[in-house]
Nanobody
Framework: LHLQESGGGLVQPGESLRLSCEVS????????IGWFRQAPGKEREGVSV????????KYSDSVKGRFTISRDTAKNTVYLQMNSLKPDDTGVYYC?????????????????WGQGTQVIVSS
């Protein structure tokens, strides 16, 4: 079971990025997929989650209204569209899979993790 993030990079404040989480070894319809991030010197935090049905989503307060999580079941891929990026959005972004129904809590122990993709927002 494997999750691979991509799409990170260096952008200026106010710009956008779309992260991808390509899943192999299982289908996204069976797992909740979450996006997390870790800034330098800070603990990892939850950013967004989509449940196994694709119908329920959750966002942290810091990204609500700017980020959108979605998925393409044909590509077995989950996306994180990030708009109006701020320097505080800088960090390594990870996707993770949880074998649980519904939208798991941020503290839920996810079952599988990707290696992460770096996002830097700086002028």
């Amino acid at each position: 079971l494997h999750l691979q993030e991509s799409g990170g990079g260096l952008v200026q404040p106010g710009e956008s990025l779309r992260l991808s989480c390509e899943v192999s070894g299982f289908i996204v319809e069976l797992y909740a997929i979450g996006w997390f991030r870790q800034a330098p010197g800070k603990e990892r935090e939850g950013v967004s989650v989509i449940d196994h049905t694709g119908n329920k989503t959750k966002y942290s307060d810091s990204v609500k209204g700017r980020f959108t999580i979605s998925r393409d079941t044909a590509k077995n891929t989950v996306y994180l569209q990030m708009n109006s990026l701020k320097p505080d959005d800088t960090g390594v972004y990870y996707c993770a899979a949880a074998d649980t129904p519904g939208v798991p809590a941020w503290t839920y122990k996810y079952d599988y993790w990707g290696q992460g993709t770096q996002v830097i927002v700086s002028s």
